[in-house]
């Protein structure tokens, strides 16, 4: 049979033109992204190590910003980063610190770094967000040093399934609803495998939709997600590929185990939660529970076109009084595309709290003021529903679309947006 996406990327990369399906390789990776919490550093200065190429690895200021009670705090993480970068030759511009920073997963697609047919690792949970990009990537949060070290990294090659696309998503439906519907359908099933998405119905998705569906992996049980090169991907990498490339493609007699069908319109908005992300549901199941935060962003969302939907259900709406609503940018740069659409104004007038670009208040240790107290009730973009992850044990946290967070922290409750979007289509 022919060869899957995955295979090809890890043959390469491992000069073996003709890896299969459970052959064991040792690839050469094409980029290392950290967050700015890191182990390997002390380890590297405790015993004068050299990482394998500089030139290759990046560093994005995405999770510590709290100033010193964190574990890993900002007075002496960000200094550390910034003084390992120098002693180890990485380039200044590798280092996307205050003013151009983001998330470490979402960054090396948005600059160009993560490129279609490469093998990029990352020092985060979600890191296989670059998928999008036509790329083979995956978290390697235990396994830093050695990669750091060699450039290279042990790989089987993994078991894939094919879901194939048709249609196109409707209006206020997006990424996050594709997740959600994902593990819904597949969460018993992925186990591990790869997800490569394939069918005329990827070229409806941008790849601000195909990064918010890959960082879905984790939760989904998937080791990544891979979507094709298309004119869309070569589109948004047209000023931003910072090399030449090869695109992946896999072949029509492809070695998948299971191939799944999806027409994209009759997907519709899902909530996920509380406490466990696999208790996915229609909106209409929760509606009208009362909530007191929303939270737009982390790395689930906070991309242009979240801000850009939350700014249509807002636009001449007010937050209601009972409910304090957060956004988060992912980087600075759709922090100033936002600003320059005038999606920012939108938001700010409608009673929002806009925060530095990062992880916002995904997780209760990050600088958001965004921290749930007992009995509270919050809807979020972001990526877990943990309980305690967003403050108190005691309080609760729904996933949703930024259509529905932006449309329930006007209701005060949880809604379906519909109506919010129909009214903001007749305003327009």
Known sequence: MGQTMAARILGRAAGTPEARTGDVLLPSIDLMTCLDGTTFIDDFNAEGLRVW????????????FQPDWMPVAAVTEHPKIRAFARDQGIPPENVYDYGRNGLSHHIPVEQGWALPGTLCMGTDTQSATMGAANCFAMPCMYGADAILLTGKVWMQVPECIQVHLTGRLPHGVNGKDVVYRLIRDLGDVVNGRVIEFSGPGVATLSVDMRMAICNGAVQLGALTMIFPADGVLMDYLDDRARSSFRPARADADADYVMRYDYDLGTFDNLVAGPHEITLVRPVADVAGLEINAANIGSCASGRLSDLALAAEVLRGRHVHPGVRLFVTPISAETANLAEREGILRVLLDAGATIT??????????????????????CISTSVETLRGRMGSEDAEIYLASAAVTAASAIAGKIVDPAPFLQKAEVAG
């Open 53 to 64: 190429d500089p030139e290759r690895v990046i560093f994005c200021f995405d999770h510590g």
């Open 356 to 377: 530095q670009p990062g992880c916002g208040g995904c997780y209760s240790g990050n600088l958001s003021p965004l921290k749930l107290g007992d009995g509270e009730r």
